[in-house]
């Protein structure tokens, strides 16, 4: 069973930072694609920010400027750095390996409010 575990979600105001860590133990990490989804409630899973295993990156449109994905192959593990947080944000976000198959993660929540 892959394993892929996000940790670094929580409360933060509008107009704070969160940095999102993807990580797992699986050596063919460095082919994944990666990508970062979310959830909010009664809304369909997005796509937020997805990077290659070549490092290319692209972003939704309503996050561009603000997220930063990047990954660490030597820790098998993909970052999104979250800035300028708004309520809109809020939502479960999930990352996900896109190899011979794509493998989730469990989630964490993230919420944005004062």
């Known amino acids: 069973q892959v394993q892929l575990v996000e940790s670094g979600g929580g409360l933060v105001q509008p107009g704070g930072s969160l940095r999102l860590s993807c990580a797992t133990s699986e050596t063919f990490f460095r082919f994944c694609a990666m990508g970062w989804y979310r959830q909010a409630p009664g809304k369909q899973r997005e796509l937020v920010a997805h990077i290659t295993s070549g490092a290319r990156t692209n972003y939704a449109d309503t996050v561009k400027g603000r997220f930063t994905i990047s990954r660490d192959n030597a820790k098998n593990t993909v970052y999104l750095q979250m800035n300028s947080l708004k309520p809109e944000d809020t939502a479960v976000y999930y990352c996900?390996?896109?190899?011979?198959?794509?493998?989730w993660g469990q989630g964490t929540q993230v919420t944005v409010s004062s």
């Open positions: 996900k390996c896109e190899w011979t198959t794509d493998y």
